[in-house]
Nanobody, 115 residues
Framework: QVQLEESGGGLVQAGGSLKLTCSGS????????MGWYRQAPGKQRELVAT???????NYTESVKGRFIISRTTNWSAIFLQMNNLKPEDTAVYYC?????????WGQGTQVTVSS
């Protein structure tokens, strides 16, 4: 059973940086797609960035040029480097794993950006 655990969230001023880490266990497949989603208060959960087993990366438009997704070669962890953070980036950030019919979520980590 795939298990994910996020860390690295916190409070930062606008323009600052944070790096999120998602540690995976329980049979992470190199053929999976892993990524980050976020949910702000009163809003639906939205995709932030994903990375495939072939290192293909996808970003939502609002974070392009500011966020970078990466992973370890053994898929034990993925990261989200967030630069030039804005107040509208404030949300709970969730790690996600998808492989065929298997999907898993982490418990989330809070990111708060003050203006």
């Amino acid at each position: 059973q795939v298990q994910l655990e996020e860390s690295g969230g916190g409070l930062v001023q606008a323009g600052g940086s944070l790096k999120l880490t998602c540690s995976g266990s329980g049979g992470i497949s190199s053929l999976s797609t892993m990524g980050w989603y976020r949910q702000a208060p009163g809003k639906q959960r939205e995709l932030v960035a994903t990375i495939t087993g072939h290192y293909a990366r996808n970003y939502t438009e609002s974070v392009k040029g500011r966020f970078i997704i990466s992973r370890t070669t053994n898929w034990s962890a993925i990261f989200l480097q967030m630069n030039n953070l804005k107040p509208e980036d404030t949300a709970v950030y969730y790690c996600n794993y998808k492989r065929l019919t298997v999907e898993a979520w982490g418990q989330g980590t809070q990111v708060t950006v003050s203006s």
